[in-house]
């Protein structure tokens, strides 16, 4: 039970949840400038002569990215016969330095999933077992992808007949891998051109044409894990997410991370608040307490510690 002069405290004003909200509201703009576009009907394309760094991910008309993030041109490099050290080298510095955090504060997909999820104002959960399966989903989908892409970069060394062959198969996922499976790619890219088709035409003929019959399943299957989304926080990011996937890896050895003060702690029993707000479902008081990533899961949102009565979870940089 909490203690009584804990719940008599007034309540603390969440600064921690509004900071990350205010840098995911200037993060989504400054990641996807179509959003900008949409609102002001104005054309924001010139930021590209302006603005241009290595992206973190797949973004739609970003001002940070061509068009593609690191799993894209590692999928494309590999395409071309090559290893993408250099991407694989960045991905995992990424995970290393920073663990998750673009992930839990700057991710425009991330913030249009809490923004759905606080809607319904519940956090439903699956069960321990089928949580844990459900987010080895990602996995398979990113080495799906590899066994798909590798073929093309072997044939592009050695048999230049099977590689225009194989690259005709592929169809579009040659240009853009990961497409299938990026909730970026949905909201920013199909979603907005099947309405304007729709607004154009005054029909919804578009979802519907002939040959399209797999664009029209993924609609609706992104359509569904939207709505999802609305009562299982951040089900995208959990279990399907590919850069959250492969960033992964090495978050779950990240030098930033979250530690739990054992002699604050009750425990689950007497509180369990930090696991009942974790969008992420991660059992913290299972995890070691000087220092914790729920295996690469932690996108350090901080709920957890702000929502914790007992001041119990504290940052932590280091092995």
């Not at 970069?153 to 690259?167: D, E, F, M, P, T």
């Not at 690469?296 to 901080?302: F, K, M, R």
């Amino acid at each position: 039970m909490v203690d009584q002069t804990l719940e008599s405290n007034p309540k603390r004003i969440p600064v921690l949840a509004i900071s990350r909200k205010i840098i995911q509201i200037i993060s989504f703009f400054l990641i996807n400038y179509a959003a900008l576009e949409f609102i002001f009907s104005a054309k924001f394309s010139l930021l590209e002569n302006f603005v241009k760094v290595l992206p973190f991910l797949h973004s739609a008309k970003s001002s940070w990215t061509a068009g593609a993030g690191l799993l894209e041109y590692s999928f494309f490099t590999i395409s071309q016969g090559e290893i993408p050290f250099f991407f694989i080298a960045v991905i995992a510095l990424l995970g290393l330095f920073g663990g998750r955090i673009f992930c839990g504060w700057a991710c425009p997909t991330g913030f249009i999933q809490d923004l759905l999820y606080g809607l319904a104002g519940e956090n439903k959960r699956f069960s321990l077992e089928v949580d844990k399966s459900l987010k080895k989903v990602k996995n398979f989908g990113l080495i799906v992808m590899f066994i798909l892409i590798l073929p093309l970069g072997v044939y592009r060394i050695s048999n230049l007949g099977s590689y225009i062959g194989y690259k005709e198969f592929l169809g579009p996922l040659t240009e853009n891998t990961l497409a299938p499976i990026s909730l970026s790619e949905f909201l920013f890219v199909t979603f907005p051109g099947v309405i304007q088709s729709i607004i154009d035409d005054v029909n919804i003929q578009v979802l519907f044409s002939e040959g399209k019959a797999w664009s029209t399943i993924l609609f609706f299957v992104y359509i569904i894990i939207l709505v999802l989304t609305v009562f299982w926080p951040r089900a995208y990011c959990k279990y399907l997410c590919p850069y959250g996937a492969a960033i992964s890896f090495s978050a779950k050895y990240s030098l930033v991370k979250l530690q739990r003060m054992p002699t604050r702690c009750p425990g689950r029993k007497e509180c369990g608040i930090c696991e009942k707000v974790c969008p992420m479902q991660i059992r913290i008081l299972d995890e070691p307490y000087n220092g914790f990533t729920g295996e690469g899961e932690c996108t350090l949102c901080l709920e957890c510690m702000e929502k914790c009565p007992y001041d119990a979870i504290k940052w932590k940089f280091g092995a």
